[in-house]
């Protein structure tokens, strides 16, 4: 649920854009690997048909080698005797031929060619179409009664008798010719098998690329419609968020991560919206009642909220005074104590750590609370009162006092985290609008704020990072304003900006492609140098704002500008975006460059261990005088046990 109570849909397997991604990746390796895998296979069958067309072969040629032996023979037995050596010969090679060519008719015809006809390791199994096997039939049919003629007209006399021989070799060159067709018959049967099978193959392949190109072009297209177009539209928003148009909704398309991230985008915008409308509402009013009039009615869209009241802290933090309240009732019970003017000597037993803390303090169960800390009068009132659930929110505080807002809702365990973040996120729009001095300060600066929440959302951190490095920023501040040369440089207001403004120093990240920001990979020179753009991006952003609050007579953002510009800065010259040396680069700059690191290296991301501090220490020594100004590590180093507390209560390990 949101904080308005709009339901969040939950995104189902299918409609993730990583998963739909991984299916069509899946389908694309399993049609080309299937592709590859028959090819391979069909080629490999291709290699048995060469064996089998190179027997065939050696059929046809066997029978030519049988005719022409036999003319031979009939050509040099003319005036031979008995006993010489050509009639032998003649025997004995005919007798050789009739054998291979009954092997290669008994290998066909049992589809397993056995390894001294093919060469190969082991048997070749054969797999013919109807034609092959119908003409293999056929040939060994006629070689059956041929070779039964052929041993008939040979007999079982003497080999070497002559006139014999002559009847066997006239039998040969008169029947030569069908038994060579016979031959190239098969031979021709088996090449056309092999033509056809090659032909199944090419079309198997063209089928396999055409379905590849038609789910190749289906990715595309769901790429386009469920990851491009949603971005272009989200981008768009965010240029219209960045341009001023707070409020703007971006259409969710997908339900996907982009559709997700899309619906933050356009709860964040409507919190914007929200701010903005609040602020010009309290910027007409004429009073503080009018002023809490206004929380009131723009508060109760994000949290629980049936009382609302503005407690003023007295100078010497012993109590509170509540100068405005309102409920939506007419009038609170006739037993009601609350009245506004009235003092409370004790807020309960964690109003110093509320004050320090400047977050909101829970109070989950009023009445369970009282219980334990009677002593805590507004409390006991709103309890009183028909109260279940109250917040403490500290708006602004200082050694001469400061104020505060309580909510109050009926039911117990009204607000819930989601709520506290809100309330933390918006305290210092709210304090300052409270504060009517520097409402027109504020508003703006919570406007840039806003879009340094964006900035981090695309880029985001890990933990408190923004939290710790401001923290960290402004001791090492402290720090130096307390015991060095640069002591003149940082009286009070330039600390507290320096504070305000370290959580922007990456704001220009707003500017860069996705493509580039969210780039898991390491990025390309080009990519580098369209990220090392955001420096004088955030600078420009800043300096718009600048301009218009210039406009109005006050100067606002000329340290978040220095910031946002310098912080990527070296010492040495090596840095960017202006290649700055020394103290040519703004000391705000210098010192959140060197807390800003420093939180890096001892917090834990996703591509690394969080660091100890020693290691974290021992870089930025080793780095001054060439990232970091010296003397700013030497503050940092002096401030270390103030930085550990912040470490340890926020450390992100």
Not at 39 to 48: C, G, P, S
Not at 51 to 64: E, P
Not at 200 to 211: E, G, H, S, T
Not at 297 to 316: A, K, M
């Amino acid at each position: 649920m949101m904080s308005d109570g709009t339901k969040i849909p939950t995104m189902r397997w299918f409609d993730s854009l990583r998963n739909q991604i991984a299916v069509a990746l899946a389908l694309l390796v399993t049609a080309f690997a299937g592709t590859v895998a028959f090819t391979l296979y069909e080629i490999e069958l291709r290699k048995h048909d060469y064996a089998i067309l190179n027997l065939a072969g050696q059929l046809r040629v066997t029978s030519q080698a049988m005719a022409g032996q036999a003319l031979h023979f009939l050509e040099a037995t003319e005036g031979f005797a008995v006993g010489s050596g050509g009639p032998s010969s003649f025997a004995r090679d005919l007798n050789q031929n009739v054998q291979l060519f009954d092997r290669i008719i008994k290998a066909f015809e049992e589809r397993s060619l056995p390894p001294e006809l093919t060469g190969r390791a082991d048997d070749l199994k054969c797999n013919w179409d109807e034609a092959s096997v119908a003409q293999l039939q056929k040939t060994a049919g006629f070689w059956g009664t041929y070779r039964d003629r052929l041993l008939l007209v040979w007999g079982d006399s003497n080999p070497e008798v002559n006139k014999t021989l002559q009847q066997t070799a006239r039998f040969i060159l008169d029947n030569s010719d069908a038994l060579q067709g016979a031959a190239s018959d098969l031979t021709r049967a088996f090449q056309t098998m092999m033509e056809t099978k090659l032909r199944q193959l090419k079309r198997v392949n063209q089928a396999a690329l055409l379905f590849t190109v038609l789910l190749l072009g289906l990715v595309l297209w769901l790429l386009n419609r469920t990851l491009l177009q949603p971005m272009k539209l989200t981008l768009a928003g965010f240029n219209r968020v960045w341009q001023g148009d707070f409020g703007y909704q971006v259409p969710v398309v997908t339900n996907n991560e982009i559709g997700l991230l899309t619906r933050d985008f356009n709860q964040l915008s409507r919190r914007l919206d929200a701010l903005f409308r609040l602020t010009d509402r309290i910027h007409r009013g004429t009073s503080l009642s009018d002023t809490l009039c206004f929380i009131f009615e723009e508060f109760r869209g994000f949290l629980p909220l049936d009382w609302v009241g503005v407690l003023s802290i007295q100078p010497d933090r012993h109590g509170v005074a509540l100068e405005r309240m309102y409920t939506d009732r007419r009038e609170l019970s006739p037993q009601s104590r609350l009245h506004e003017g009235e003092v409370f000597e004790n807020l309960g037993p964690r109003f110093e750590e509320l004050l320090r803390a400047q977050n909101p303090l829970p109070v989950p169960e009023l009445a369970e609370y009282v219980q334990q800390h009677p002593e805590a009068k507004l409390a006991v009132q709103l309890d009183r009162e028909g109260f279940g659930a109250a917040v403490y929110l500290p708006l602004f505080s200082n050694p001469a006092g400061g104020m505060m807002l309580v909510f109050a809702a009926r039911q117990p365990c009204a607000y819930t985290h989601e709520h506290l973040e809100w309330l933390t996120n918006i305290a210092g729009q709210v304090a300052h609008s409270v504060e009517r001095t520097v409402v027109l300060e504020d508003l703006v600066v919570s406007a840039v704020s806003g879009l340094a929440k964006l900035a981090e959302s695309r880029d985001p951190e890990t933990g408190d990072h923004l939290v710790r490095m401001s923290l960290y920023s402004v001791i090492i501040a402290e720090q130096l304003a307390a015991d060095s040369d640069y002591h003149s440089q940082l009286d009070s207001n330039i600390i507290r900006d320096i504070f305000r403004f370290a959580p922007m120093h990456d704001i220009g990240k707003v500017g860069i492609k996705d493509e580039i920001l969210l780039k898991p990979g390491r990025l390309t020179a080009k990519e580098r140098k369209e990220m090392e753009r955001h420096p004088v991006i955030g600078g420009e952003v800043l300096r718009r704002s600048e301009a218009q609050m210039n406009a109005h007579g006050h100067s606002v953002f000329r340290v978040g500008i220095e910031i946002a510009e310098c912080h990527h800065e070296k010492f040495d010259g090596s840095g960017y975006p202006q290649g700055l040396v020394g103290e040519e680069i703004p000391l705000s700059a210098r010192i959140v460059a060197a807390a800003d690191v420093f939180d890096a290296l001892t917090s834990k991301r996703p591509y690394k261990e969080a660091w100890s501090v020693e290691k974290a220490l021992a870089v930025l020594r080793e780095e001054a005088g060439r990232h970091f100004d010296p003397v700013v590590i030497a503050a940092a180093e002096s401030a270390l046990p103030r930085m550990l507390e912040v470490y340890e209560r926020l450390k992100h390990v």
